[in-house]
């Protein structure tokens, strides 16, 4: 089946410096891409919408300049957490959609296994 | 707005006891919804979905959910559980345009 990989699964890093994380879909084209953050013992929350090629789509109350999101390849989609402060820690997992979209019988939304991100 | 409510934060259940966890949806049209699960610090994994046709879909793992417009609600069942189905469930819509809404989650226990 379809497999989305992310990476890295966990990082520390220090308050002010800056984080990316990759997420690759290995067996299909992701012709579109989410980043979801999840608090401790929450749910997911969508942060944004990324097609190839194109500019990603935030949802609202998500700062799109600390947040950059490229998806530069039908494969590949980075998430750069900028100058991340404490608060940003958390378990930030993307999902693709492939050339069929979700709302397609066969293709539903494939998960990468997230990043636990900490910021001291 | 589409919206999903996972009614219970926790449930707790025996082994080999049934389970049903509820989903209730707030959405205009005919909803896609779909049941995941996560285990701890792990991303998620799909159990089933439903798009059309029968209301009664099979997942894998055993799962099961049949989708009830009249009350909106997805819930999922298993007829007996077992020890490594504790996790995290999620129950989710998808809003439009693929972008799938989560529930706030339900987290099981299984007793011994």
């Known amino acids: 089946g379809a497999v989305v990989s992310q990476h890295p699964s966990w990082v520390i890093c220090k308050s002010g410096t800056s984080v990316k994380i990759e997420c690759r879909s290995l067996d299909f084209q992701a012709t579109t891409m989410f980043w979801y953050r999840q608090f401790p013992k929450q749910s997911l929350m969508l942060m944004a919408t990324?097609?190839?090629?194109?500019?990603?789509?935030?949802e609202q109350g998500v700062e799109k300049d600390k947040f950059l999101i490229n998806h530069a390849s039908l494969t590949l989609s980075t998430l750069t957490v900028t100058s991340a402060h404490p608060e940003d820690s958390s378990f930030y997992i993307c999902?693709?959609?492939?050339?069929?979209?979700?709302?397609?019988?066969?293709?539903?939304?494939?998960f990468g296994n997230g990043t636990r991100l900490t910021v001291t | 707005a589409q919206s999903v409510t996972q009614p219970d934060i926790h449930i707790t259940v025996s082994e080999g006891a049934s389970l049903e966890l509820r989903c209730n949806y707030s959405y205009g049209a005919t909803p896609y919804l779909f049941w995941y699960v996560q285990s701890p610090g792990q991303g998620l994994q799909l159990l089933l979905k439903?798009?059309?046709?029968?209301?009664l879909v099979q997942g894998i793992k055993g799962f099961e959910a049949e989708f009830k417009r009249s009350q909106s609600s997805f819930n999922l069942r298993k007829p007996s559980v077992h020890w490594s189905d504790a996790a995290e469930y999620f129950c989710a819509v998808e809003r439009g345009d693929d972008k799938i809404i989560f529930g706030k989650g339900t987290r099981l226990h299984i007793l011994p």
């Open positions: 439903y798009f059309s046709g029968d209301t």
């Open positions: 999902s693709a959609s492939g050339t069929e979209s979700a709302s397609s019988y066969n293709s539903p939304l494939h």
């Open positions: 990324s097609n190839e090629g194109s500019k990603a789509t935030y």
